[in-house]
């Protein structure tokens, strides 16, 4: 969770302790640590020199215009690393592939020999103001004539989600107000991100409000007004916002549609109606002070509405084809509702019954109330059991077990406060060395602790081995 996707372990820690389980700190640091040197051995790479092929220092980049071209392989080298293995970066002299840069991923594609032979390029960066592209081979005939290809596809989607950042930009500021400035953003081909500077989490009309203004912009058809290397200033004079941080040259290119001006060196549609629709997916925090929205463009809203009508469809024929899906799903949340209910009754009034039961089989060991014994109760109920019981004894050591289905099984531990603070009982302590025994672990506090595992053929052993901890 740590690693993957940045959860907090302060909030593991809680969470568990909560479920009365404990973190494992020094374990987690340990496979943190192997971790990171993992990381840091794949990302390891050796990089050959040059292999220069014509002295041509100047690569001009034409993909604004065009998604091929005839290019001559200006120079290569290889390069080697343990994640990617052997891959070959290539220059050219002139190139209609776009290289990561504003947040846009960079275009794929292939290149072509005039005998048909093809090979991939699977990504393209800038380096030193270098175009360079990647492949893991090499064209057969390096000095040869080569024609470079951009995946019109793939680009053709970034391009849509690119042109909709701008859109989404300029709908935040004019529904939550000019405080709000772009702080970052992924631009893909299946969906795009965007940061932004916000004190507060949006709500479903103002959501609904920013995508209603981008989806007008696209109806109406906004042609792309695009200027090349024009001066910064006269660029800001013409109502171009400049990202914060961003670094800019004397001349820039800025991009409009409609009253949107941004300075911008990415790929753009040449109308909002190629967009077709915007759809929010998600919104949330991302720092303080920083929100994040996560949209899909054209064919991913599509795929998007076409999923979400099939699950329409099955809910509906899971509702024998009730005409009105929500009232009938709202039905059944709330008999679901009054079930549990019933339910939370029923396993009460079996915890009750069973305290009875239960107090009749006590034995006293070392002044020790002691009791293990299985039960057949959840786990909310065999809790309110324990300290039910421990209201009515003191000096109460209790060891309880259930298997909830064929593969799980529950351990609960319960000792009276006094007996953890005067002898020394350590609940969360029981729990972890007897859950071993229904191969499963946990914790929790020295009064109170739990343990799950998937061996419930283990239980026996650990009933019979808790009266050990008295003697």
């Known amino acids: 969770m740590y690693d993957t996707f940045g959860f907090p372990v302060d909030l593991t820690a809680l969470i568990l302790s909560e479920k009365g389980y404990t973190l494992d700190e020094k374990g987690f640091q340990e496979k943190l640590q192997k971790q990171k040197n993992r990381s ?8 050959e020199d040059w292999t220069v092929l014509v002295d041509d220092t100047v690569e001009e980049f034409i993909g604004y215009d065009a998604l091929d071209a005839p290019v001559k392989l200006t120079r290569y080298r290889k390069v080697t690393s343990k994640k990617d293995g052997e891959m070959y970066q290539l220059v050219f002299n002139l190139t209609p592939f776009y290289p990561e840069g504003g947040g846009q991923v960079g ?29 893991k081979n090499l064209p057969k005939r390096i000095n040869g004539d080569l024609k470079a290809v951009v995946d019109e596809k793939q680009r053709h989607r970034t391009t849509c989600n690119h042109s909709a950042t701008h859109l989404l930009h300029q709908a935040l500021r004019e529904v939550l107000g000019t405080h709000v ?79 949107s001006v941004e300075l911008c060196g990415g790929t753009h549609v040449k109308n909002t109606g190629d967009i077709w629709h915007f759809k929010i997916k998600s919104e949330g925090a991302v720092a303080s002070g920083i929100r994040r ?33 929500t009232k009938a799903v709202l039905k059944l949340q709330e008999e679901n509702t009054s079930l549990q209910k019933q339910v939370e009754q029923l396993l009460a009034e079996k915890a009750q019954n069973l305290s009875g039961e239960i107090k009749n089989q006590l034995q006293e060991i070392n002044g020790v109330q002691f009791l293990a014994t299985k039960v057949d109760l959840d786990a909310n109920g065999i809790k309110n059991l324990a300290f ?52 499963g672990g946990g914790g929790g506090q020295n009064f109170f602790a739990t343990a799950g595992g998937k061996n419930p053929g283990g239980i026996p052993k650990a009933l019979e081995e808790a009266k050990n901890y008295l003697v």
Do not use: W
């Open 40 to 47: 840091r051995a794949a990302s390891e790479s050796s990089t």
């Open 388 to 439: 039910t019981l421990g209201k009515d004894y003191q000096n109460l050591f209790l060891l309880f077990a259930t298997n909830p289905s064929k593969d799980k099984a529950m351990l609960t531990c319960y000792i009276s406060k006094e007996l953890a603070n005067e002898r020394g009982y350590d609940a969360g302590k029981v729990v972890r060395e007897l859950g071993k025994l229904i191969h």
């Open 293 to 325: 929205i996560e949209a899909i463009t054209n064919d991913a809203v599509k795929d998007f509405y076409s999923e979400n009508n099939k699950t329409l469809f099955e809910i509906k024929d899971l509702l024998n084809n009730a005409k009105e899906p």
């Open 181 to 259: 400035t772009q702080k970052g953003s992924a631009v893909h081909s299946k969906y795009l991100r965007f940061d932004f500077s916000h004190f507060s989490k949006l709500t479903l009309d103002e959501l609904q409000a920013v995508e209603d203004f981008v989806n007008a912009r696209i109806s109406g058809k906004l042609p792309l007004i695009e200027k090349r290397n024009i001066p910064m200033q006269q660029a800001i004079d013409d109502g171009a916002i400049a990202l914060f941080g961003e670094k800019y040259g004397d001349t820039v290119r800025a991009i409009k549609f409609g009253a």
């Open 107 to 135: 275009d794929k594609g292939y290149l072509e020999d005039i005998h048909g032979d093809v090979v991939y390029i699977l990504d393209t960066k800038k380096e030193n103001n270098v175009i360079i592209h990647f492949t």
